[in-house]
């Protein structure tokens, strides 16, 4: 086989096993979400909320902190 499609099946099969990896954490917080809803801890409920929410800023800070640099 020529390196080059070595390389691509290599790639894409890790991409798609970073993929399934990251679904599977996204379905774990959803079900411990869901049973956290049901048992009412809200402690944990708003923890989590935060934490995704100091991600989703720290992200777009990220993005800003790029343009204004000019390295985007």
């Given at each position: 086989?020529?390196?080059?499609?070595?390389?691509?099946?290599?790639?894409?099969?890790?991409?798609?096993?970073?993929?399934?990896?990251?679904?599977?954490?996204?379905?774990?917080?959803?079900?411990?979400?869901?049973?956290?809803?049901?048992?009412?801890?809200?402690?944990?409920?708003?923890?989590?909320?935060?934490?995704?929410?100091?991600?989703c800023?720290?992200?777009?800070?990220?993005?800003?902190?790029?343009?204004?640099?000019?390295?985007?």
């Amino acid at each position: 086989m020529d390196d080059l499609i070595v390389t691509g099946a290599a790639g894409i099969l890790a991409v798609c096993a970073a993929a399934a990896v990251i679904f599977y954490g996204i379905a774990n917080l959803l079900v411990l979400e869901l049973h956290a809803i049901h048992t009412g801890d809200t402690g944990f409920v708003l923890a989590s909320i935060a934490c995704i929410i100091l991600l989703c800023a720290a992200y777009l800070g990220t993005g800003l902190w790029l343009r204004r640099t000019g390295r985007i």
